[in-house]
């Protein structure tokens, strides 16, 4: 996983953000011509919640095609059309691309799942 972490905001008056997660190369760059927020709840308790700021194309005025495959949002995947509220974030899919996301999580020390992954992997088509 790579994006860049880009600092703190807030949402609303009341709302904190930790953390904003954007795509610097998204799988369809060409494409994109917007960006849309997605909330993302963070794993932990006690933990702020997170944005991910995901590129996409206008379809029209309320709707936009996810450009880029999302780090954290398990909802989305490219390709999905998204409608996107009055504050700028996803509200809901609209029409799914078909697309199939696998998540993996490779932390430092824990070396002993990584081949197990690949190896799962070979001959499948993943983005």
């Known amino acids: 996983m790579s ?3 880009c600092g703190q905001r807030w949402v609303g008056d009341d709302i904190p953000i930790a953390r904003i997660l954007v795509h610097p190369e998204p799988a369809w760059a060409s494409r994109a011509d917007d960006t849309v927020l997605t909330f993302v709840l963070a ?3 006690g933990q702020l919640p997170w944005e991910e700021e995901l590129p996409i194309r ?3 005025a309320e709707t936009g095609e996810i450009c880029c495959v999302p780090f954290l949002q398990t909802r989305l ?3 999905d059309v998204e409608r996107v509220n009055s504050g700028g974030y996803t509200a809901a899919v609209t029409r799914p691309s078909g697309c199939t996301r696998l998540r ?3 932390r430092e020390g824990r070396l002993d799942c990584r081949p197990t992954l690949r190896s799962d992997q070979a001959g499948v088509s993943l983005l």
Request: hydrophobic share 40%; no cysteine; charged share 25%.
């Open 77 to 79: 995947a490219l390709g």
């Open 104 to 106: 993996s999580w490779e």
């Open 43 to 45: 794993p932990g308790k």
């Open 58 to 60: 206008r379809v029209d």
């Open 3 to 5: 994006g860049i972490w």
